[in-house]
Each structure stands twice: as C-alpha cells, then as structure tokens.
C-alpha cells in the first residue's frame, strides 16, 4: 500500500489500541508509528519516539519500547542521522539486554554494523559482520545486514570474488 494508507492503518490501529486499554497493544502500536515516521522524516518522529514506554512496569511495553528504539535506530542510520541513529541504537540495545529480548539485540546489532560501515570505523569491521552471519545464521533476514556491508568492505578492498560470495549469500538484499 501507499505511504498514506500505512499511516491510516496505523491511526486506526492506535485508536483501537487506546480504546482497548491494553497497554502492551499501545505499546506495540506506539512502537510502529515511531518507526515509520523516523523512516519517513516525519515532523513528530522525535516525538513519538520520545513517547515510548521505556519506563513501564509492564514487561511487555518494554519490550515493544525496545523494539521501537532499535527500528527508529535502523531507519535514522538509513536515513543518513548517524547522531540520532547512534544515540537511539544505545538506548535500544541497553533497553532489549535489561528486557531480555535477544531478537530485538540481535536487529540492533545489525544496525551497528551498518552505522560503522557508513560513518567509516571500518577497523575490526570485517570480523564483526563475520561473526554475526555466523551467528544468526538461523536468521537469514537478521544476517543479511552483516552480509551486505561484509561484501561492501570486500567491494572496497577489490576483492571482487569474496564481495560476490557476501553480496550474493541466502537473505542478502538483491542489489
């Protein structure tokens, strides 16, 4: 659907969680409308984000807060707002380790790899991305990001054979 229709969705979808009571479904809801405006570099993203339920004696709002920092991370990095997207990424991944939510640090870990291939820090770049397809091997979508920028290093170094292995590895986004 178009970028409207999504916000709709997730309007009604907020309305329906508010009516609800349910504060996990608020959450979850809270998580994906600051997600989605970060991704689109909607005025209110900051806001939004800010309004996340980190704090909840809930366990299940936090987890969804977590959730929410480590998307809102993926799609600043994306965006080019290395700054903001660092800052979100540290408090999402502190947040999914207190929630013990490994899934969530695992995304993270792959929008770290991300951040340092495009902010430069290239040192010690290629072992982490290999250490983390290795280690979400069973995550195929999960591994792609270490995929991508370990092909992208290789690309880079000239090293056409092992850039096509990487680039072109199960889960790897078609380029």
Known sequence: GTLEGHR????????????SGNEVAQAAVAANR???????????????????????????CREHAARGLCNA?????????????QELLSAGLDLSARSGVP??????????????WWTGRWSGL???CEQFVAATADMPLVAADG?????????????????????????????
């Not at 907020?14 to 009516?19: F, L, Y």
């Not at 600051?34 to 309004?51: F, H, K, N, Q």
């Not at 991370?73 to 997207?85: E, H, L, S």
């Not at 690309?155 to 790897?172: E, K, M, P």
């Open 8 to 19: 709709n969705w997730l309007r009604k979808a907020a309305r329906i969680a508010e009516d």
């Open 34 to 60: 600051a997600s989605l405006a970060v991704a689109c570099g909607d005025p209110e993203a900051r806001d939004l984000v800010a309004a996340l339920p980190v704090d909840s004696p809930l366990a299940g």
């Open 73 to 85: 991370a993926d799609a600043a990095v994306w965006r080019g707002a290395y700054p903001w997207g």
């Open 103 to 116: 899934y969530i640090e695992q995304t993270a870990q792959a929008t770290s790899l991300l951040l340092d």
């Open 126 to 128: 290629a072992e982490r």
């Open 147 to 175: 995929n991508m920028v370990r092909g992208l290093l290789a690309f880079a170094q000239g090293d056409w054979g092992s850039a096509v292995h990487w680039l072109t590895a199960l889960g790897a986004p078609s380029l």
